[in-house]
């Protein structure tokens, strides 16, 4: 059995905004409609990119944060405020990480200073 080829780097799969599910396969991989999935970019969570033919096509991120958003609508949160729920938590998510990237290798873990 030859071995299994990795993608190349840079390969667009490897990146989690490319938009490789179609509206069908995003709905089917995070138990929703295509509906549900219209009415999330409706309330502006996510704004799928189109194909040249018009059809919308959802990245992995995307994806995630649908999921997210059908975990608090089966729990009884609103479209609308599930939307906006999430969207902070991926706001707080992205400036948490940009924080630690700024806060770099020098920064003393726990001691809430910088290590000198």
Known sequence: MPPQEQPPAGDPLD?????AYTMGRAAELIGAT???LRALGE??????????????RYSRHQLRLA??????VD????VEAACRI???EDRLEDALRDNEE????????GAGTRGE
């Open 34 to 36: 295509p509906g549900f």
């Open 43 to 56: 309330a502006g969570l996510i704004a799928p990119s189109r194909s040249d033919g018009g059809h919308r």
């Open 67 to 72: 999921g997210r958003a059908r975990e608090l």
């Open 75 to 78: 729990q009884g949160t609103p």
């Open 102 to 109: 700024l806060r770099g290798p020098a920064w003393v873990s």
């Open 15 to 19: 990146d989690d905004h490319y938009p």
């Open 86 to 88: 999430i969207g902070l």
